[in-house]
């Protein structure tokens, strides 16, 4: 097996055309499945150094593999940005209005390519495929879409990264079992007559029943779930009404509802309608609900994590390991695990100056992480290949 000194050579030799890349991507981010630009940056870089992309018949994402027939192993990038405007200061700033890649999808497509650059050089004893995934901030992700396609038959693992800008650049965050929440759709319909405001009491009130499941219905499911089984519930959409003074005819309350638990996940749809029902049937008010499954929680396998660990530990040293905490925001690579043991790894990118956080304007990824991603993947993904 190649020793972490050589790895780390084999890394440093492919950083500048791994930076190189990250920024032109920033630079040109590409919404979800419009990343037509995006994949054919990622299919020209391996094409030139003498690797085969296939890139999907749409045109937006690719797959690439490495070694020889043997055990395959996999890992997971995704290649599209956020509808936010960057601030015209942040470094490689978007040129593209209103588009930015607010979180780290270009490191990850980065490093996954410097993966492939570097593995590639090797004499594996099996063969990696690294998967270029559309798709991923849409709803319910593109990870499905890839799976269908068969983007995991013949895995025996897979992992991917995401960026983690409270972590510092150089450390990796693990954690076994379930490390993100899943994320379902709602809108919650309320119908009735209608009416004047000055007589409510001859309709019914549809902005007070409104009021009632919007306050009512996360208290009710704090009540009725277990509390070791995490759930939260959030409106972020209220429409009814056109007038002052009258009482609509329907009030639509939409949010997102969220689990760490893989079990409670499927019973949401149930809970929902009928709480939602109870909360308004002594007004008098009719209530459906639509319920969007969207992403499962990912759930890492804790033979991947152990594997994962180690490798990380013995290419850069144990003090680029660390824990992670659990989150509630979704990541669909859980579409992945549903076929194939993984794990998602928190990779360290904390700026050097200042607060960033994901989904944000302010969003600033650290490139020091872009080389400690690169080892503590191909270690990974080397290590799991040895592994029975």
Same mark, same amino acid.
């Given at each position: 097996m190649i020793s972490p000194e050589q790895l780390r050579g084999l890394v440093a030799e492919a950083l500048p055309a791994v930076t190189e890349i990250r920024r032109a991507i920033h630079r040109h %981010? *590409?919404?979800s499945f419009h990343e037509f630009t995006t994949t054919q940056r990622v299919?020209?870089? #391996?094409a030139d150094r003498g690797l085969k992309p296939m890139v999907r018949p749409e045109g937006?994402?690719?797959l690439v593999e490495v070694g020889q027939p043997g055990r395959t192993v996999g890992f997971r990038a995704d290649l599209d940005a956020l509808p936010i405007q960057e601030p015209a200061d942040n470094p490689f700033a978007s040129q593209v209005p209103g588009v930015m890649h607010a979180c780290g999808h270009d490191a990850h497509t980065a490093i996954a390519a410097g993966i492939a650059l570097v593995l590639a050089r090797l004499d594996l004893p099996g063969r990696v495929r690294? &998967? @270029?995934? %559309?798709? *991923?901030?849409? @709803? %319910?992700g !593109?990870?499905?879409?890839? &799976?269908? *396609?068969?983007?995991? *038959?013949? #895995?025996?693992?897979?992992?991917?990264?995401? &960026?983690?800008?409270?972590?510092?650049a150089g450390q990796v965050g693990l954690r076994t079992g379930t490390v993100t929440g899943s994320a379902d759709r709602f809108l919650i319909r309320l119908e009735? %007559? !209608?009416g004047h405001t000055a007589r409510p009491h001859r309709t019914v009130d549809l902005v007070y029943?409104? !009021?009632?499941v919007i306050t009512e219905l996360p208290a009710?499911?704090?009540?009725?779930v277990d509390p070791r089984r995490p759930l939260t519930i959030v409106f972020g959409r209220v429409q009814g009404g056109t007038a002052f003074n009258v009482i609509p005819t329907v009030v639509e309350l939409g949010g997102t509802v969220r689990t760490l638990d893989p079990d409670l996940w499927s019973e949401i749809p149930m809970l929902l309608e009928s709480l939602a029902s109870q909360i308004v049937v002594p007004i008098g008010a009719k209530a459906s609900v639509s319920h969007q499954t969207g992403i499962p929680p990912v759930v890492n396998d804790p033979t991947v994590i152990d594997v994962a660990r180690v490798a990380i530990a013995e290419a850069l040293g144990p003090g680029a390991v660390t824990s992670t905490d659990t989150s509630m925001g979704a990541e669909d690579f859980s579409r992945y695990l549903e076929h194939v043991p993984g794990a998602l790894l928190r990779l360290g990118s904390a700026p050097n100056h200042g607060m960033s956080d994901l989904h944000s304007a302010g969003f600033v990824f650290n490139e020091a992480a872009l080389e400690v991603g690169m080892v503590a993947g191909a270690a990974t993904l080397l290590r799991l290949l040895s592994t029975s």
């Open positions: %981010p *590409e919404l299919a020209d870089l #391996l937006t994402g690719l690294i &998967v @270029f995934q %559309p798709g *991923e901030e849409s @709803f %319910p !593109g990870a499905l879409t890839l &799976v269908r *396609e068969g983007v995991t *038959e013949g #895995l025996s693992a897979i992992v991917a990264f995401h &960026v983690d800008p409270t972590l510092p009735g %007559p !209608g029943a409104a !009021g009632r009710l499911l704090d009540r009725i």
